[in-house]
């Protein structure tokens, strides 16, 4: 099944611990992208990729890392959580051109305390 | 950057009517794609309906169809003979044409009312 798989599904930290949420798929899809959904704001993006090795700032980078070493992945690491990133995750991916339409994942809910 | 307004952060539709969400957009772009995603309580997104700017004829997918206004960057979603399993958030999304940015809108919370 064509699918973006996203772990984990629900995730509570605390401050500054670390953390990385996973994110993959098996669509061959070149453009892959973060973004987090909040009350009111909608979806903003937070980092995209259009290719191995290749990532570029959202509109909303600061306090996020992310990497694409491999085609189908496309972890989010958060170095030192703060609860201003609490918030609902969404990992999703597309091929390029043509318009194409996003396969999103399920969704991270993260709560930072 | 582009930008993705939706102006209705709430609407209410009786079951079996028919209910139409706005959204308007900005770019300077004169080829991109337009989306509207549904996001029911379950938060998965799910694509409903797409539109190429490039086409002036109107998206239509069953009980969804869109009225899109190039000239006045306007991209509305119909939702006819509306179901309870229609009550979501909606959200309005823009494309580029090289791909590389897609922004979503705040989103419309629709309830159907029975």
């Known amino acids: 099944e064509a699918q973006v798989t996203q772990n984990p599904r629900y995730l509570i930290t605390v401050t500054g611990k670390k953390l990385t949420v996973t994110c993959s798929q098996n669509?061959?899809?070149?453009?892959m992208s973060w973004y987090r959904q909040d009350p009111g704001l909608g979806l903003r993006q937070i980092y995209y990729s259009m290719n191995v090795e290749v990532t570029d700032k959202g509109d909303v980078p600061e306090g996020y890392k992310v990497s694409r070493k491999e085609k189908r992945n496309f972890p989010l690491i958060l170095e030192s959580p703060s609860p201003n990133q609490t918030s609902l995750y969404f990992c999703a991916s597309s091929f390029l051109g043509q318009g194409y339409g996003y396969t999103f994942g399920s969704g991270t809910r993260l709560t930072v305390v | 950057a582009q930008t993705v307004t939706q102006s209705q952060p709430e609407m209410s539709v009786q079951e079996a009517e028919t209910v139409t969400l706005s959204c308007t957009y900005d770019t300077s772009e004169s080829d991109y794609y337009l989306f509207w995603y549904k996001q029911p309580p379950s938060r998965q997104m799910i694509l409903v309906i797409r539109q190429e700017a490039y086409k002036q004829q109107n998206a239509t997918e069953n009980r969804f169809s869109v009225n899109f206004q190039k000239a006045a960057k306007s991209f509305s979603l119909k939702i006819s003979d509306s179901q309870l399993g229609d009550a979501a958030m909606y959200f309005c999304a823009y494309r580029s044409r090289t791909g590389n940015q897609f922004y979503f809108g705040t989103g419309t919370s629709l309830t159907v009312i029975p």
């Open positions: 669509m061959n899809h070149e453009y």
